[in-house]
């Protein structure tokens, strides 16, 4: 398969460095001017659901490093232990699970993950640098192990809150979905950047997420 022989894409410095800049400036900016919202979000999960405020979300990301992630929490306790009880509902091929009524959400989770509120905490993953704003998504540790090694390609660059799926529409196939993360990969620019940003906006006031 062509993806599996094609080398990694190398950077300039320059444009690596501008990349971090640019995440460090947003994302202090906008959690900074989300503050009251994130409280009110945190508010909304404690009052409405029992369990803690945050999932903590234990991931893979660059070159096969592990770290810490959160979430807003979206789902009832012990979610994770439901979700083989789940698996031959899956929506999506391959070894990443999607389910668009997903019946362990919450009330507050369903409209929190439709406008993609819960994943605001992330942002103190992008100002740590485990994450940037754009990219390849990061990916669980149980799912990693099924990738195949072109498939790993995603994530031979930075994970990200934003990827190109959430411009183009999340495709069923997973195939697919992994070749638009390499398709950003091997054309990414600081206005690729810009530009899924931008379109991240309509992307979340739309809450064309599920």
Known sequence: M?????????FAKWELLLKRVTDMI?????????????VVIALSIKL??????????????K??????????????????ELKRYLRHQNEMTGPVF???????????????????LDELPQLWSVLK???????PRPVGPQEWEHFEEWQRRKLSVTPGMICLWHIRG???DFNEWIKLDLEYIDNWSIWLDLRLLCGAVWYVISGSNY
């Open 98 to 116: 999607k389910m668009k009524k997903d019946p362990r959400a919450t009330p507050v989770g369903r409209i929190l993950r439709k406008f993609s």
């Open 26 to 38: 947003i994302s202090v900016a906008s959690l900074l001017l989300l503050s009251p919202l994130l």
């Open 170 to 172: 999340k495709p069923e």
């Open 2 to 10: 062509e993806h599996s022989i094609r080398h990694h894409k190398q």
């Open 129 to 135: 640098g485990d994450m940037s704003l754009v990219g």
């Open 63 to 80: 070159h096969d490093k592990r770290f810490r992630s959160y979430k807003f929490r979206t789902m009832i306790v012990g979610a994770d």
């Open 48 to 61: 409405t659901s029992l369990g803690p405020i945050l999932y903590e979300w234990n991931v893979v990301g």
